[in-house]
């Protein structure tokens, strides 16, 4: 069984603050870990993901997140926000093994003001 | 990257009436697709897990002569709303996994249903 926490359903921050976005996990499985970004009445688009190697993953818009197995742990950070990164932000895991399900958080929304 | 194209983006529809929402896998082959439903302000809530060639599994609560999935083959899962009324109205999306190189669920746009 798995599942995902993401603390604060709505964070603001000023543009150019740091952005951090909270998320734990539970997995009985050592997880694979995603962070998906959603804008209005679209679908989900993959922010990074960490699998194996390096526990820090950067992705795209200058996002980044650090797995932290002993506090089942994956925080999203941008070190300077921008207007456009306005968004519903998902936390995800899905477990190594043959199953592939996804298991979401409840999301946060992230809202910037000028 | 793999693409996953839903279709349609937006559908108005009658109460009584069906419809049929296409998810597709342009570039990689998909035995398992993922159905969510996506009420507003919340996250997403998975109804059914389709398998290419067999029955679908259905979560909890989700009715299945309801929401009809059918994935005929290994880039496509139609999910049906059947008999639709104002409370299916909602946003619907689709999943796809791609397992090589390592396993990624890629998604479709998004589908906004609006039962009138």
């Known amino acids: 069984a798995q599942s995902v926490t993401q603390l604060g359903s709505h964070v603001s921050v000023s543009e150019g603050a740091l952005v951090l976005l909270r998320c734990n996990y539970s997995s009985s499985v050592p997880p694979y870990l995603f962070w998906y970004v959603q804008y209005p009445n679209q679908g989900l688009q993959l922010l990074l993901k960490y699998t194996t190697g390096a526990t820090l993953v950067k992705g795209i818009n200058g996002f980044e997140a650090e797995f932290k197995k002993s506090e089942t742990s994956f925080h999203l950070t941008k070190p300077s926000a921008h207007m456009s990164d306005a968004a519903e932000y998902f936390c995800?895991?899905?477990?190594?093994?043959?199953?592939?399900?996804?298991?979401f958080g409840g999301g946060t929304r992230l809202m910037v003001k000028p | 990257g793999a693409v996953v194209s839903q279709h349609p983006s937006w559908v108005i529809c009658k109460s009584g009436t069906s419809v049929k929402i296409e998810c597709r896998s342009l570039?990689?082959?998909?035995?398992?697709m993922f159905w969510y439903r996506q009420f507003p302000k919340q996250s997403l809530m998975l109804m059914a897990t389709?398998?290419?060639?067999?029955?679908?599994?259905?979560e909890q609560g989700v009715e299945k002569d309801k929401f009809l999935i059918n994935h005929a083959s290994l880039t496509l899962s139609t999910l049906t709303v059947t008999s639709a009324h104002p409370e299916d109205s909602s946003f619907y999306i689709c999943s796809a996994i791609s397992r090589f190189p390592l396993p990624e669920a890629f998604f479709g746009q998004g589908t906004r249903l609006t039962v009138v």
């Open positions: 995800a895991v899905m477990p190594n093994n043959a199953g592939n399900m996804l298991t």
């Open positions: 570039d990689f082959q998909a035995t398992t």
């Open positions: 389709s398998n290419e060639g067999s029955k679908a599994t259905y």
